[in-house]
């Protein structure tokens, strides 16, 4: 599975911005998806992931702002990030994980692919 993620930018705080992530090489449909971020000297966090039957799951410093959802047939994952902060500054990576039990989603480790990611930044 190859991973391209695509639709950062500057953006003022309290503006929005839309994430894609776009799979090829192997359908999506039956891959846990998940967004990570990861600032300067920061580690790698856990931000949404959403998996095949739709349920989701969001980091609490998103939630209420972010919306990962997923449109198997075009094999791509979104993150619509509204209300964003500068805190939100990060580079956004997309992943995927065949199999992953609920209690790992939000651990980087538990993903078996990756995209190259996407700088956000968010200007006060």
């Known amino acids: 599975v190859q991973l391209q993620a695509s639709g950062g930018g500057l953006v003022q705080a309290g503006g929005s911005l839309r994430l894609s992530c776009a799979a090829s090489?192997?359908?999506?449909?039956?891959?846990?998806m998940g967004w990570f971020r990861q600032a300067p000297g920061k580690e790698r966090e856990f931000v949404a992931a959403?998996?095949?039957?739709?349920?989701?799951y969001y980091a609490d410093s998103v939630k209420g702002r972010f919306t990962i959802s997923r449109d198997n047939t075009k094999n791509t994952v979104y993150l619509q990030m509204n209300s964003l902060k500068p805190e939100d500054t990060a580079v956004y990576y997309c992943?995927?994980?065949?199999?992953?039990?609920?209690?790992?989603?939000?651990?980087?480790?538990?993903?078996?692919?990756w995209g190259q990611g996407t700088q956000v930044t968010v200007s006060s």
């Open positions: 090489g192997r359908t999506l449909s039956s891959y846990l």
């Open positions: 992943a995927a994980a065949l199999r992953t039990i609920t209690s790992m989603i939000r651990v980087p480790s538990s993903y078996e692919y």
């Open positions: 959403v998996r095949w039957s739709t349920t989701t």
